[in-house]
Protein backbone atom coordinates (compact mmCIF):
# COMPACT_ATOMS: atom_id res chain seq x y z
CA UNK A 1 0.00 0.00 0.00
CA UNK A 2 1.40 3.31 -1.38
CA UNK A 3 1.42 6.44 0.73
CA UNK A 4 -1.51 8.04 -0.81
CA UNK A 5 -3.77 5.08 -0.45
CA UNK A 6 -2.96 4.83 3.76
CA UNK A 7 -3.70 9.13 3.75
CA UNK A 8 -7.65 8.40 2.15
CA UNK A 9 -8.46 5.09 3.92
CA UNK A 10 -10.27 7.64 6.38
CA UNK A 11 -11.88 10.01 3.47
CA UNK A 12 -14.03 7.25 2.02
CA UNK A 13 -16.41 8.04 5.17
CA UNK A 14 -16.74 11.48 4.30
CA UNK A 15 -17.18 11.17 1.10
CA UNK A 16 -19.98 8.79 1.02
CA UNK A 17 -21.91 11.04 3.34
CA UNK A 18 -21.22 14.17 1.65
CA UNK A 19 -22.56 11.69 -1.67
CA UNK A 20 -25.49 11.67 -0.24
CA UNK A 21 -26.28 15.55 0.07
CA UNK A 22 -24.72 16.02 -3.86
CA UNK A 23 -26.80 13.46 -5.21
CA UNK A 24 -29.72 14.26 -3.47
CA UNK A 25 -29.82 17.96 -5.48
CA UNK A 26 -29.19 15.90 -8.65
CA UNK A 27 -32.35 15.50 -11.58
CA UNK A 28 -31.95 12.40 -12.32
CA UNK A 29 -34.04 12.77 -15.38
CA UNK A 30 -30.78 12.32 -18.26
CA UNK A 31 -30.70 15.91 -18.95
CA UNK A 32 -27.24 17.32 -18.14
CA UNK A 33 -27.63 20.77 -16.96
CA UNK A 34 -24.49 22.05 -15.91
CA UNK A 35 -26.39 25.18 -14.44
CA UNK A 36 -27.65 22.58 -11.82
CA UNK A 37 -24.14 22.30 -10.69
CA UNK A 38 -23.38 26.04 -9.92
CA UNK A 39 -26.79 26.46 -7.99
CA UNK A 40 -28.08 29.84 -6.82
CA UNK A 41 -28.87 29.32 -3.52
CA UNK A 42 -25.15 27.96 -2.99
CA UNK A 43 -23.31 30.66 -4.74
CA UNK A 44 -22.55 32.75 -2.13
CA UNK A 45 -20.89 29.94 0.00
CA UNK A 46 -19.06 28.81 -2.69
CA UNK A 47 -17.78 32.23 -3.38
CA UNK A 48 -16.78 32.31 0.60
CA UNK A 49 -15.15 28.92 0.24
CA UNK A 50 -12.72 29.88 -2.90
CA UNK A 51 -13.34 33.67 -3.05
CA UNK A 52 -10.28 33.82 -5.52
CA UNK A 53 -11.40 30.73 -7.03
CA UNK A 54 -8.45 28.60 -8.03
CA UNK A 55 -6.19 31.31 -7.13
CA UNK A 56 -7.50 30.89 -2.96
CA UNK A 57 -4.68 29.49 -0.71
CA UNK A 58 -5.58 26.62 1.65
CA UNK A 59 -5.91 28.04 4.61
CA UNK A 60 -7.94 27.59 7.88
CA UNK A 61 -10.95 30.09 6.21
CA UNK A 62 -10.93 28.11 3.62
CA UNK A 63 -11.64 25.14 5.74
CA UNK A 64 -14.46 26.58 7.98
CA UNK A 65 -15.88 28.60 4.82
CA UNK A 66 -16.22 24.75 3.23
CA UNK A 67 -17.93 23.57 6.43
CA UNK A 68 -20.41 26.33 6.13
CA UNK A 69 -21.00 25.39 2.47
CA UNK A 70 -22.12 22.03 3.30
CA UNK A 71 -23.83 22.40 6.02
CA UNK A 72 -25.65 24.85 3.64
CA UNK A 73 -26.54 22.42 1.00
CA UNK A 74 -27.54 19.39 4.03
CA UNK A 75 -30.31 22.81 4.56
CA UNK A 76 -31.71 23.04 1.42
CA UNK A 77 -31.90 19.13 0.76
CA UNK A 78 -35.53 18.33 1.12
CA UNK A 79 -37.25 14.77 1.10
CA UNK A 80 -35.68 11.57 1.36
CA UNK A 81 -31.92 11.19 0.93
CA UNK A 82 -30.33 8.46 -1.32
CA UNK A 83 -30.24 4.74 -0.14
CA UNK A 84 -27.23 2.88 1.15
CA UNK A 85 -27.18 1.13 -1.76
CA UNK A 86 -27.06 3.46 -4.62
CA UNK A 87 -24.66 5.54 -2.59
CA UNK A 88 -22.00 2.76 -2.17
CA UNK A 89 -22.88 2.18 -6.62
CA UNK A 90 -21.74 4.74 -7.24
CA UNK A 91 -18.84 5.23 -4.92
CA UNK A 92 -17.54 1.97 -6.94
CA UNK A 93 -18.81 3.42 -10.29
CA UNK A 94 -15.28 4.05 -11.83
CA UNK A 95 -15.28 8.26 -12.90
CA UNK A 96 -17.74 9.37 -10.05
CA UNK A 97 -15.35 10.61 -7.93
CA UNK A 98 -12.75 13.51 -8.76
CA UNK A 99 -9.88 15.29 -6.71
CA UNK A 100 -9.09 18.58 -7.75
CA UNK A 101 -5.57 19.92 -6.90
CA UNK A 102 -6.26 23.97 -7.54
CA UNK A 103 -3.58 25.74 -6.47
CA UNK A 104 -1.63 23.68 -9.11
CA UNK A 105 -4.28 24.68 -11.63
CA UNK A 106 -3.07 26.48 -14.99
CA UNK A 107 -6.62 28.29 -15.36
CA UNK A 108 -5.99 28.43 -19.08
CA UNK A 109 -9.70 27.10 -19.59
CA UNK A 110 -8.92 24.30 -22.02
CA UNK A 111 -10.73 21.48 -19.49
CA UNK A 112 -14.31 23.88 -19.91
CA UNK A 113 -15.42 23.15 -23.78
CA UNK A 114 -14.42 19.81 -23.18
CA UNK A 115 -16.64 18.80 -19.92
CA UNK A 116 -19.30 21.17 -21.37
CA UNK A 117 -18.35 24.01 -18.45
CA UNK A 118 -18.83 20.93 -15.78
CA UNK A 119 -15.22 21.92 -15.17
CA UNK A 120 -14.82 25.82 -15.39
CA UNK A 121 -11.79 28.40 -17.15
CA UNK A 122 -10.19 27.87 -13.60
CA UNK A 123 -10.65 24.49 -13.55
CA UNK A 124 -12.60 24.36 -10.58
CA UNK A 125 -15.85 21.44 -10.69
CA UNK A 126 -19.35 23.46 -10.20
CA UNK A 127 -19.79 23.49 -6.35
CA UNK A 128 -23.25 21.66 -6.46
CA UNK A 129 -20.79 18.54 -6.66
CA UNK A 130 -18.22 19.02 -4.18
CA UNK A 131 -18.02 16.79 -1.24
CA UNK A 132 -14.76 17.12 0.90
CA UNK A 133 -11.32 18.85 1.30
CA UNK A 134 -8.71 16.39 1.82
CA UNK A 135 -4.75 16.04 2.40
CA UNK A 136 -2.88 14.70 -1.07
CA UNK A 137 0.68 14.08 -0.25
CA UNK A 138 1.37 14.63 -3.84
CA UNK A 139 -0.56 17.36 -4.61
CA UNK A 140 0.92 20.89 -5.48
CA UNK A 141 -1.50 22.67 -2.77
CA UNK A 142 -1.97 21.84 0.84
CA UNK A 143 -5.26 20.71 0.30
CA UNK A 144 -7.77 19.02 -2.46
CA UNK A 145 -11.06 19.23 -3.62
CA UNK A 146 -13.18 16.20 -3.86
CA UNK A 147 -15.76 15.91 -5.91
CA UNK A 148 -18.52 13.73 -7.66
CA UNK A 149 -19.37 13.31 -11.51
CA UNK A 150 -22.09 12.19 -12.68
CA UNK A 151 -22.22 9.56 -15.13
CA UNK A 152 -23.94 11.41 -17.59
CA UNK A 153 -20.59 13.46 -17.50
CA UNK A 154 -17.86 10.84 -16.44
CA UNK A 155 -16.40 10.04 -19.90
CA UNK A 156 -16.35 14.41 -20.91
CA UNK A 157 -14.82 15.11 -17.80
CA UNK A 158 -11.97 11.62 -18.45
CA UNK A 159 -11.28 13.67 -21.45
CA UNK A 160 -10.44 16.81 -19.55
CA UNK A 161 -8.20 15.13 -17.22
CA UNK A 162 -6.47 13.97 -19.67
CA UNK A 163 -6.32 17.01 -22.15
CA UNK A 164 -5.07 19.16 -18.42
CA UNK A 165 -1.35 20.64 -19.10
CA UNK A 166 -1.45 21.13 -15.59
CA UNK A 167 -2.22 17.35 -14.73
CA UNK A 168 -4.26 18.99 -11.33
CA UNK A 169 -6.81 16.40 -11.37
CA UNK A 170 -6.91 12.74 -10.55
CA UNK A 171 -9.69 9.81 -10.18
CA UNK A 172 -10.44 8.12 -7.03
CA UNK A 173 -10.87 4.30 -6.89
CA UNK A 174 -12.41 2.44 -4.04
CA UNK A 175 -9.62 -0.50 -2.55
CA UNK A 176 -10.85 -3.82 -1.53
CA UNK A 177 -9.85 -2.26 2.16
CA UNK A 178 -12.77 0.63 1.68
CA UNK A 179 -10.18 2.92 1.28
CA UNK A 180 -9.73 5.47 -1.14
CA UNK A 181 -6.62 5.79 -3.35
CA UNK A 182 -5.59 7.87 -6.53
CA UNK A 183 -5.66 7.27 -10.33
CA UNK A 184 -3.15 9.23 -10.84
CA UNK A 185 -2.34 12.80 -11.51
CA UNK A 186 -4.00 13.42 -15.51
CA UNK A 187 -4.37 10.06 -16.13
CA UNK A 188 -7.89 8.93 -17.76
CA UNK A 189 -9.23 5.99 -16.63
CA UNK A 190 -10.60 3.91 -19.75
Known amino acids: MDETTTILIGLSHGVDYELRYAMA ?20 YAQQTFPESCHTQFSESVELAFKGFVNARRKLVGGELPSDE ?4 ELSRPKSILVVDWEGSLFDGAVTPETEGFIDDDCMPGWDSWLTLADVPTSHGKKCLICWVPEELAEKVNFGVSVDAASCMSWLKVNQNGGMSLVGWGRSVS
Open 25 to 44: RYDYDGRVQVSRFRSADLES
Open 86 to 89: LVTA
